[in-house]
C-alpha cells in the first residue's frame, strides 16, 4: 500500500514531456486545417460553381470529422486510464475494438452518404444551382468514399496521443497535406478536372494516412501495439467503455455544428457582406484558437493517464497548468488578433463593408477569447477525461442552442437589438459566458473523480 501511495506521488508527466506531447498537437492541428483550405483555395481556378460545391460538402464533412474525432476520443480516454493503471494488455484491448468500432461506424456513414447524397445536400441547403450541384456530388461522391480512412486515421492518432506520442499524428499530417497538394495539383491544374480533382487529392491522401498509421501501430518498438486485427474479437464490455465517452462526445459535436449550420442560415439574411465577412473571421478566428484545441486534446492524454493510476491530485494539478498555459496563448494570440483585425481582413478581397464588419467581430472575438474560451473549451476535456461525458454534453448543447442560435435571432434581427453579424458573435460569446460558468463549477464541485470508466 505504502509503495502504491509513493508511486501516486511521483508526477506522471515531466515539463518536458509535456512540452514533447503539446507542440506536435500544435503544429497537427495547423496542418489539418490547412487539408480543407487547400481544396478550396486551388479548386478557384475552376471557377466559382466548383468553389461553391466543394465548400458546401466541407461543411458535412466537418460534421463527419467531428463524429469520428468524438468516437476517438472515447477511445483514448480509455486506453489512456489502462495506461494510467499500468495495464497495457487491456490498452491493447481497448485499440482493437475502438478500430473496430471506427471501421463500422465510418463504413456506415460511406454508404449512407453514397446512397442518398443528393438527398443530403438538398435537403441541408435546398435548392442550389444545377452547376454548384454537380460540383458538389462529385466532390461528395469522392470524400465519402474516404470517410473510412478518415475513421481509421483519427482511431490511430488519438491512439498515439493516449500513449503520449504526438509526433507520430503530427508527421502523418504533414504527409496528408503534401499528397493532398500534390494530387490536387495534378487533377486540378494538370487535367482540369475542378471539384473532382480535389475530391481526388482528398482521398489519395487519406487513403495514404490510414495506410502509414496503421503500419506504425503494428510496430512492435509501440507501447500499445496493435496486431491481429484480422483475427476478429469483439469485447463488448470494452466497447461500451468506450461508447461512454464517445456517443455524448458524438452527439455533442454534431449537434454543435447543426447550430452552427442554423446560425449561418440566419446570416445569410444579412447579406452577400456578411455572410463573406463571417467567413473570413472564422478563418482567422480557428488559426487563434489553434493552440488551445491542441492542449485540450493534450489534457485528454494526461487527465486520461492520472485518472487510472488513481492519481486525482495530480489530474487537478495538471488540468489547472494546461489550462492556464491556453490562457497564457489565448492573451498572446488574441491581443495581436484584436489590434491587427483591420490588417489581417484587408489580406483577402472583401467590399469595404465587410472589411468592417468582419474586424469588428473578430474584436469580439478576441475579447470573448481571452476571458471565456479556455474554461469554455479546454476545461471541459479534463471533465471528458475522467468520464463526465454526459454532463458535457448536456451543457454544450443546452447552452449552444439557448444561447448561439436563440440568442443569435435576438441580437441580430431587425424585431430584437438590429446588430446584424455582431449580435451573432456575441451570442456566440454569450454562449462561452454559460459554459464555463457551468464547466468550472461542476470541476469545482469534483464529482468528476468519483466517475469510472474502467473496472
Known sequence: MEELVQEK???????????????????????????????????????????????????????????????????????????????VEQAKTASKQL????????????TAAL?????????????????????ALIYFLLTAAAYPFMGIYNAGAALFRAMGN??????????INFINIAVNAIFIFGFHF????????????????????MTLLNHPDHLVRVDGLLRFQLNGGMIKRILFIGIPNGLENGMFQAGKLMVLNLITTFGTSAVAANAIANSVASVVNVPGMALGLAIITVVGRCMGAGATDQAVTYTKRLVGVCYLFMLV?????????DFLVSLFNLSPEAVGMAAQVLRICAVGNVIFWPMSFTLPNSLRAAGDAVFTMMVSLCSMFACRVALSYVLACSWGFNLGLAGVWLAMVADWVVRSFLFLLRYWRGSWKKIKVIE
Do not use: W
Open 9 to 87: 506521488k511521483q508526477p506522471l508527466f515531466s515539463r518536458n514531456a509535456l512540452v514533447r506531447l503539446i507542440i506536435p498537437l500544435i503544429i497537427e492541428q495547423l496542418l489539418l486545417m490547412t487539408v480543407g483550405m487547400a481544396d478550396t483555395v486551388m479548386v478557384t481556378t475552376a471557377g466559382e460553381a466548383a468553389v461553391s460545391g466543394v465548400s458546401l460538402v466541407d461543411n458535412i464533412n466537418t460534421l463527419i470529422i467531428q463524429i469520428f474525432s468524438a468516437l476517438s476520443t472515447g477511445g483514448a480516454v480509455v486506453v489512456s486510464q489502462y495506461l494510467g493503471r499500468q495495464e
Open 99 to 110: 478500430l473496430y468500432t471506427m471501421c463500422a461506424v465510418s463504413l456506415l456513414l460511406m
Open 115 to 135: 446512397l442518398f447524397r443528393q438527398h443530403i445536400l438538398s435537403l441541408i441547403f435546398g435548392r442550389v444551382e444545377a452547376d454548384v450541384m454537380t460540383s
Open 166 to 175: 504526438s509526433k507520430v499524428s503530427m508527421f502523418c499530417s504533414l504527409i
Open 194 to 213: 475542378g471539384a473532382a480533382g480535389a475530391g481526388i487529392g482528398t482521398l489519395v491522401s487519406r487513403i495514404a494516412a490510414a495506410v502509414i498509421i
Open 333 to 341: 494570440m488574441s491581443t495581436g488578433m484584436f489590434f491587427l483585425a
